[in-house]
């Protein structure tokens, strides 16, 4: 109880201390407010989570996987951030993954005391073959999961880069990571309701880490997503209307060459504009890294 009263994710919020006696529009201003914080402690950390995805691109770039873990809403962040990376930017399934506290079950519905297992997260972590090419982001609002400490003890046991992403600066996981990011939105709209402002911190970061790694392998060009899976309808017009503004295209032109390519918008965007066809695209791709501003050099 000692410790819990020393968490800044637990202290009662003295704006909100009378929410329960407004009204609801009252109410739902009050919370708009406390939300609007929310941004302005991530700004505070851009450094840490700038270099945090220099350290995940790197080790992506070479063969490594990017492994979140955390239990509760932190957990589902990580797997809502996880679960998005295939579709949006054709990455293997295994590439991005999450390690939740009491496994898939817990997604749904609370495991009890999963998440004060320290050894069902070296387990987990052992199952998933983590090694020293990957890197390991641990996410916990209140920075002291024990299920999210044992999987990052043992990640520095194998000489692995840890990450944290917490919203108490100075907590027990930040000690334990590489890189501590923690930005700090102060005490919740409901005392110790981290789903609220924390999880809203951690998922902005979350976004920043994913988006900005696959930004540096490549996956974007301008602000396209050019390494859209097209596996279902509104990606397959996503693929199109890339295309189209990458390559200022008509649609026509666009649907042409991504049937001769196999619906893959970074060869089609190179077909259109180098006038080439789908196996010499894909040869410039590969000579690129990927990246569609190289292969479209002189």
């Not at 979140?68 to 295939?86: F, H, K, M, N």
């Not at 017009?237 to 001769?260: G, S, W, Y």
Request: charged content about 20%; glycine content about 8%.
């Amino acid at each position: 109880m000692e410790e819990l009263k020393s968490i800044a994710t637990e202290q009662r919020n003295p704006n909100t201390l009378n929410i329960d006696t407004l009204s609801t529009l009252e109410m739902v201003k009050l919370i708009n407010q406390e939300d609007h914080l929310v941004a302005q402690a991530v700004e505070k950390v851009l450094d840490q989570v700038a270099a945090a995805i220099d350290v995940i691109a790197e080790h992506v770039a070479n063969g490594g996987r990017l492994i979140y873990c955390g239990a509760g809403t932190s957990g589902r962040l990580g797997i809502l951030d996880a679960v998005e990376c295939p579709p949006t930017y054709s990455t293997e399934s295994e590439t991005v993954q999450c390690l939740m506290a009491g496994g898939y079950g817990a997604i749904f519905k609370a495991v009890e005391g999963a998440e004060d297992n320290k050894d069902l997260g070296v387990d987990d972590m052992k199952k998933i073959s983590f090694c020293s090419k990957d890197v390991l982001v641990g996410i916990a609002a209140s920075g002291r999961t024990p299920y999210v400490l044992g999987c990052m003890e043992y990640a520095r046991s194998l000489g692995a880069p840890t990450i944290s992403v917490t919203c108490c600066p100075g907590s027990v996981l930040d000690r334990f990571a590489d890189i501590g990011i923690a930005p700090a939105p102060g005490p919740e709209v409901v005392t110790g309701s981290t789903r609220m402002k924390s999880g809203t911190a951690q998922k902005m970061v979350l976004n920043m880490l994913s988006t900005g790694t696959m930004i540096k392998l490549g996956k974007v060009y301008g602000n396209l997503m050019v390494d859209v899976k097209p596996s279902n309808e509104k990606l397959i017009h996503r693929c199109v209307t890339i295309v189209c503004a990458a390559a200022e295209c008509d649609e026509a032109t666009a649907i042409k060459a991504l049937e001769a390519c196999g619906y893959h918008p970074k060869s089609a965007i190179i077909m259109v504009l180098r006038d080439v066809d789908a196996a010499r695209a894909q040869e410039l791709l590969c000579a690129a890294e990927g990246r569609v501003s190289r292969a479209l050099e002189d």
